[in-house]
Structures are given as C-alpha cells and as structure tokens.
C-alpha cells in the first residue's frame, strides 16, 4: 500500500522566516502530488499540485514545492512566512493504483 | 455560493443512536468522497462514489451506510454510534475518478463528537 511520510509533526517559525516542509512516499511509479492546508477550524483547501511537467509547482499564497523523483520527494517551500501561514499542512499523492493517501500533517505555528 | 456544502456542522449525540450527515455539491463533480479526520488529524478515506456508484469502501464498520440519491448528494448515515466514532468528517468531490489528479475540493466538515 502506498504511503506517505511527513517528517514535522510541528514547526513553530517567526514571521519572515523560511520554510521548507518535507514529504516522502512510497510509490516508484507516475504519481500525482498534492499540498493542502487546513486553517484553523476550517476545511481542506488547495495549496498546490502536480501531475506533469516542470518539477518546480507554484502555488497560491507564495507557496513552491518541488518534485524530486529519485527521493520521491514533494517538499514544501515559502521564502517568508506570514502570521497567516498558521496552519495544518497536509502532503497527498494518488496514483493510477491508488486513491489519494495523506500524510499525517505537519502543523505550522508561525510567531508574530 | 459554497461548493461543497456539508451539514451539519456539529452534531453531539449519545452512544447507541442513529445520525445522518448530509453533503452537496455544486460544481458539476462525478466523484464524491467521505474522508474521516480523527483527534491526531490523520485523514482517511472511507467511501467514494462516482456517478451514485460506489467505487471505493474502505475498511468501515457497516454500521456506516454510504447513500447517493444524484451525483451532487453523498450522505452519510451511522447506525449504533460508538464513542470512537467521534471524529470531523469530511465530504469532498473531485471532477475525476479516485485515481485521477484533479485536486479534491473539501466541504468544512462535521464535528461528531459520541458522548
């Protein structure tokens, strides 16, 4: 069964600081990758995603993330964290094989 | 104008009743989903439905009764409620199949809390 690892349960940063948040998975064939963030007391909303193409994803609120197949990596970058960015971040993947799996969250907590 | 709307938004019930949660979408998806959030967060998938078929049914009790009158509708009906079902449960929709990658769109959940 496909799964995915991130490594930060928390991650408590001042504001202006950089960020990098890491998944791993486990399926070697074609995966699609997703980010989300879930805001305080609210729901699931997509951060970013990638399926094909160029490795380096953009995504909204200036959040990067960057695919690395031979790590099977999709980490999470933003150069600057806001107070805003406090959040609970979830890394995603499917494949043709199977259904969107979440990793375990890593929760942001970004000081003022 | 919410997309995918879930009602209700808390529910606090006792162990042993029965309780339906509703969910509706309305961007024109082909697949629906439950997910359950447990008190870690951890999310995990227990139903999906395309076009009111089932397709995907996870590791549930069948106390859990998954039902999709139409494709914009997946409601979620619990017999026999445990406290360990006490969790936010989640419906999202996405336009297509499980293993597809168009992104999931979530409904702001419900808050089950079994006493």
């Known amino acids: 069964a496909q799964s995915v690892s991130q490594h930060n349960h928390h991650v408590i940063l001042s504001e202006a600081a950089s960020l990098e948040l890491g998944c791993n998975y486990s399926?070697?064939?074609?995966?699609?990758l997703f980010w989300y963030v879930q805001y305080p007391g609210q729901h699931l909303q997509l951060l970013l995603k990638?399926?094909?193409?160029?490795?380096l994803v953009k995504g909204i609120k200036g959040f990067e993330a960057e695919f690395i197949k031979s790590k099977f990596s999709f980490n999470l970058r933003k150069p600057s964290v806001q107070w805003s960015d406090t959040a609970e971040y979830f890394c995603?993947?499917?494949?043709?094989?199977?259904?969107?799996?979440f990793g375990k969250g890593t929760m942001l907590l970004v000081s003022p | 104008d919410t997309a995918v709307s879930q009602t209700p938004k808390y529910l606090v019930t006792q162990m042993g009743n029965d309780k339906s949660i509703k969910c509706e979408q309305n961007?024109?998806?082909?697949?629906m989903y439950w997910y359950k959030q447990d008190s870690k967060k951890f999310l995990k998938i227990m139903f999906s439905?395309?076009?009111?078929?089932?397709?995907i049914n996870e590791t549930v009790p069948n106390r859990f009764s998954p039902k999709s009158p139409d494709k914009a509708h997946l409601n979620l009906h619990i017999n026999s409620l445990e406290l360990g079902d006490s969790a936010v449960y989640f419906c999202?929709?996405?336009?297509?199949?499980?293993?597809?990658?168009?992104?999931?769109?979530f409904g702001n959940g419900t808050r089950l809390t079994v006493t």
């Open positions: 439905y395309n076009n009111k078929e089932l397709i």
């Open positions: 995603a993947v499917n494949s043709g094989y199977s259904t969107l799996t």
């Open positions: 961007l024109g998806h082909d697949t």
């Open positions: 399926y070697g064939g074609t995966v699609n």
């Open positions: 990638y399926f094909s193409g160029d490795p």
């Open positions: 999202a929709s996405s336009q297509s199949a499980p293993r597809g990658n168009s992104p999931l769109h």
